[in-house]
């Protein structure tokens, strides 16, 4: 059973637009949730994380918005950029868990 | 050197060749891990290490055998592998086990191939 669940498998976004990738999760002691960056030809990289005590965290142009009773979270990158464009991947854990669980990944094309 | 590196890039074997992959973690941290990356699938967990505790994924086939000689040190040993073992094999480490607080730091993978 695949633990967290990611949409869409693809997303292409036009520069300048909102680039916005779903998660859901069933297991309600997960409260880590980070995504992850990799560009091709590189392993995935920390991008922003988020504990369920907040609703939404942004970084610059990367924001995580957290629905706890809905088990959702999502990537929102505003005012994408060409050099934006890799795979996604959202994942879930519990503090004291020994692994991440990750969802299948979404490939994002900003085009110029 | 900073990070997680790995060793080699790049790997052609055929079914009955042995081979290793290799990380070194430069971080300081204590649990070590080796997943599995194949195309539109979820990473896969394989071995976890730490000073604490050794963590298999009993779904991994005996055909991959990790060993880990300290903290710093993460090997795969692979043996008689078979075409669909083919994927891009990604080492991480975290600062312990049990405590993910700040996320893995991912190597940037050995890219297998089995002919």
């Known amino acids: 059973q695949q633990q967290v669940k990611q949409s869409p498998q693809s997303l292409i976004v036009q520069k300048g637009g909102i680039s916005i990738i779903n998660c859901a999760y069933e297991n309600t002691a997960f409260d880590y949730f980070p995504w992850y960056q990799q560009f091709p030809g590189k392993g995935p990289a920390l991008l922003i994380a988020i504990r369920p005590d907040v609703s939404e965290k942004k970084e610059g142009r990367f924001t995580i918005s957290f629905n706890k009773s809905a088990k959702q979270f999502s990537l929102h990158i505003m005012d994408s950029q060409p050099g934006d464009s890799a795979t996604y991947f959202c994942?879930?854990?519990?503090?004291?868990?020994?692994?991440?669980?990750f969802g299948t990944g979404t490939s994002l094309t900003v085009i110029p | 050197e900073t990070g997680v590196t790995q060793t080699p890039r790049h790997l052609v074997m055929g079914m009955t060749n042995k081979k290793s992959l290799k990380c070194e973690q430069h971080l300081g941290h204590n649990a070590m891990y080796w997943y599995k990356q194949s195309a539109k699938k979820p990473l896969e967990l394989m071995f976890v290490y730490s000073l604490e505790e050794r963590v298999e994924n009993n779904s991994v086939p005996s055909r991959f055998s990790p060993e880990c000689p300290n903290s710093s040190h993460l090997f795969l040993h692979l043996h008689t592998l078979q075409p669909e073992d083919s994927a891009l094999y990604l080492c991480?480490?975290?600062?312990?086990?049990?405590?993910?607080?700040?996320?893995?730091?991912f190597g940037s993978g050995t890219r297998l191939t089995v002919v």
């Open positions: 991480a480490s975290s600062q312990g086990f049990r405590q993910l607080d700040y996320g893995y730091t």
């Open positions: 994942a879930a854990s519990s503090r004291t868990g020994n692994q991440f669980y």
